[in-house]
């Protein structure tokens, strides 16, 4: 738009009164190349292929080495041609780890520079949507290249910044990955995606996309064999499938390698060649070419004396199912206590949309156990460390997060397992209340005490986990909402308490909405979080105000709880458009939600009454917006505007340059006549000029000339370059 103007890096002072135009805050940094790849991918692909490695273990050589003899893998390594390879087996039978091999194996390549691959891992949002898996790919093609990067991100900078957290961001994503691979200068792109089948959010249209590409790029996949992926990649005419079982005989010398590795590391089987031998063949005989079994097996094995081995091996099941089966049974040894300790850490890891830290896993056990006469609600991190233990090969921590140790062991949970630990709709319940909770008590305002209003996100220094206020309620900040939506439907849920005014749920947001903003800034997870769980809250609140049949009753209820949630309804509209409206300014400078963005909004509405009882004596005074035309939105105010300021000028107005480099400022007192210009992005004085102070100005459309017009229609032009009029009009 003509009118709009940028700010680059604005800081707003205390005490001052400003009325402005249209204002995009410019997301420009000297790290925008790192911020554009950060926008396009929330996940590093290589990353994720190292906490992989971390938690299944090192690659084993000989338990993949199989695959690069395998005439129709060499087929569609070694042909120009483009296509998909695809790799399907069940669950636990190494496809990752196979990958993981192919991926080491082609990166050592010269010829492959132009590889790029990510794994998706359904327990984990960050990495299961098709919008993740096509940012990611982008992601790890564009750090090879960053030339190709700087001009992806000036071309598309606009559509990353704007739409990226909308509906369209597949569309967006999909038209870079094209413009990237068809880049003439990339050739021979590869493709890497581990477990399609655990891309939840539109499979269906990554697949179509996958199948459009295919004709100049490479894809390599692995999955389950799902019919509704086959029935996808059935349409590619350069398609080569693998099926895992079909080379049952290579699978099995992989397995016997990976037994023989892992037997060598296992104590109780040092210096006994014999056991070692009868381990070996019980192990090769049972595992039916499951790599995860052995893994599983083999870790029990580590915590078994050497005279229990023997029956461990002819106790342990063959097949996945039952051995998880097996390792839930064996809680009940522990004795009430521990089962109930197994059964609150399965339902807590089991309903978290993503793997938990232990900080933030002991958040919801202390929650849980806050009234228990059996538990204390005071746990410390290697206590909670101690309880995951317990719960036997099913969890795995690795840098202090709990995962599941597959994907299969939570299936296995939540589908067979689920009523004997726990109902799942009232374990979301229970999540959404802890979290209220815990941020009740730990969000303050300015968490990281920062000085500078104005610093950049990319600026705020990152902390370890140990002295970051907000570790143990990143989980909470970021999926509150999501637990109560899901919650909501629990028969038990507690109407009374939540959804109604100046109770639990209004409070904490009258108390401490503006801190989690604050907080989700500072994770860098404000864009597009906030404005996604707003919407929720306001959906959620909506459908309890109008349930019910359409009959006279009901429209009473209805009725009666629309006056008891009026509030609170009222403060999540507001709040919803306060976030969408600060979502620029507030994710590249946190602080600024206490200052530009909050001055935007008009004195009547709930977040300003907010900021007034509980922010201002922190922060001081905050800049007060004015329209130039009386009842003019604050939220589109005139491309000229006037500040005023209690000292000895009576007046001030100030207007800014075409190109949105210098801000113009006409004062005047009883000994002042001045018309200054100023350096919009630096504050430096350019030029004064001499002009009567009844005069208005208004500059040429494309250069930083302008006219002043005074009440007695005297008309001058001016010029930048010189300190008096250029003419007389």
Not at 47 to 54: E, G, M, P, Q, V
Request: proline share 3%.
């Amino acid at each position: 738009m003509e009118n709009s103007r940028n700010f680059s890096r604005n800081k707003v002072g205390r005490n001052a009164t400003v009325v402005l135009g249209n204002i995009t805050v410019s997301a420009n940094t000297p790290n925008a190349d790192k911020s554009f790849l950060q926008a396009i991918s929330k996940t590093d692909p290589a990353h994720d292929k190292n906490r992989i490695l971390l938690l299944k273990g090192p690659l084993l050589w000989d338990a993949f080495n199989w695959i690069f003899g395998h005439q129709e893998f060499n087929k569609w390594r070694y042909t120009k041609e483009s296509g998909v390879f695809w790799i399907k087996g069940d669950p636990g039978k190494g496809k990752t780890m196979l990958l993981c091999g192919i991926i080491e194996d082609l990166d050592q390549s010269p010829q492959n520079a132009n590889l790029s691959y990510f794994f998706c891992q359904a327990t984990d949002y960050r990495i299961n949507t098709a919008s993740a898996v096509v940012g990611g790919l982008i992601k790890s093609l564009l750090k090879r290249h960053p030339t190709l990067l700087s001009r992806i991100r000036e071309k598309y900078a606009d559509e990353v910044q704007d739409e990226l957290d909308g509906t369209n961001a597949l569309v967006i994503l999909c038209d870079i990955f094209e413009t990237i691979t068809n880049d003439p200068d990339l050739k021979d792109i590869i493709c890497v995606v581990d477990a399609l089948d655990e891309c939840i959010t539109d499979c269906k249209y990554l697949l179509d996309f996958i199948v459009k590409t295919s004709g100049h790029v490479k894809w390599l996949l692995s999955s389950r064999n799902e019919k509704d992926i086959e029935k996808g990649l059935d349409q590619i005419p350069q398609r080569l499938v693998l099926e895992l079982k079909d080379n049952a005989e290579k699978i099995s010398t992989s397995i016997e390698a990976y037994i023989r590795h892992h037997i060598q590391e296992i104590k109780a089987l040092k210096h006994d060649e014999e056991l070692q031998v009868k381990t070996l063949d019980i192990l090769s005989s049972k595992a039916q070419g499951t790599f995860l079994w052995v893994a599983l097996v083999v870790e029990q094995l580590h915590d078994t004396d050497r005279w229990d081995i023997e029956n461990v091996l002819e106790e342990v099941p063959k097949d996945l199912e039952s051995l998880y089966g097996l390792i839930l049974d064996r809680t009940e040894r522990l004795g009430a206590r521990g089962q109930e300790v197994c059964r609150v850490i399965l339902s807590i890891i089991a309903t978290a949309k993503r793997p938990l830290h232990l900080e933030e896993l002991l958040i919801f056990t202390n929650s849980h156990w806050k009234n228990s006469s059996h538990f204390k609600n005071t746990y410390q991190l290697q206590d909670i460390q101690d309880m995951t233990k317990t719960c036997g090969s099913i969890l795995s921590i690795r840098e202090d997060t709990v995962y599941f140790i597959h994907q299969s062991a939570k299936d296995y949970v939540m589908e067979n397992a689920a009523q004997r630990i726990f109902p799942i709709l009232h374990q979301h319940y229970k999540m959404f209340e802890a979290s209220l909770d815990a941020m009740s008590k730990i969000l303050e305002y300015n968490m990281y005490c920062l000085e500078d209003p104005a610093i950049h996100i990319d600026d705020v220094p990152h902390k370890d986990v140990g002295s970051d206020p907000v570790t143990s309620i990143r989980y909470c900040c970021v999926f509150w909402v999501e637990h109560l939506v899901s919650g909501y439907q629990f028969e038990g849920f507690d109407y009374q308490k939540y959804l109604k005014d100046d109770k639990k749920l209004h409070l904490f947001l009258k108390e401490k909405f503006l801190c989690w903003v604050e907080s989700l800034a500072l994770m860098r997870n404000f864009s597009p979080q906030a404005q996604i769980a707003l919407q929720k809250l306001k959906d959620l609140i909506d459908c309890y105000c109008c349930s019910g049949k359409n009959d006279e009753t009901v429209q009473a209820a209805q009725l009666q709880r629309n006056i008891e949630t009026y509030g609170l309804r009222h403060f999540v509209y507001d709040a919803y458009r306060f976030v969408r409206n600060s979502i620029e300014s507030v994710a590249h400078w946190p602080l600024q939600l206490y200052f530009s963005a909050i001055s935007f909004e008009q004195h009547n509405t709930t977040i300003r009454n907010v900021f007034e009882q509980t922010v201002r004596k922190r922060f001081g005074p905050s800049p007060i917006l004015t329209s130039q035309q009386h009842g003019q939105s604050s939220f589109r105010l005139q491309s000229s505007f006037k500040a005023s300021k209690n000292d000895s000028i009576s007046d001030k107005w100030l207007v800014f340059s075409p190109d949105s480099s210098l801000i113009i400022q006409l004062c005047w007192a009883s000994s002042v006549n001045a018309f200054a210009v100023w350096r919009a992005d630096t504050g430096t004085l350019v030029h004064t000029f001499d002009i009567t102070p009844d005069s208005r100005i208004a500059f040429f459309p494309k250069s930083n000339d302008f006219i002043s017009v005074s009440e007695t229609g005297i008309i001058k032009r001016w010029s930048m370059n010189k300190p008096s009029c250029v003419s007389n009009l």
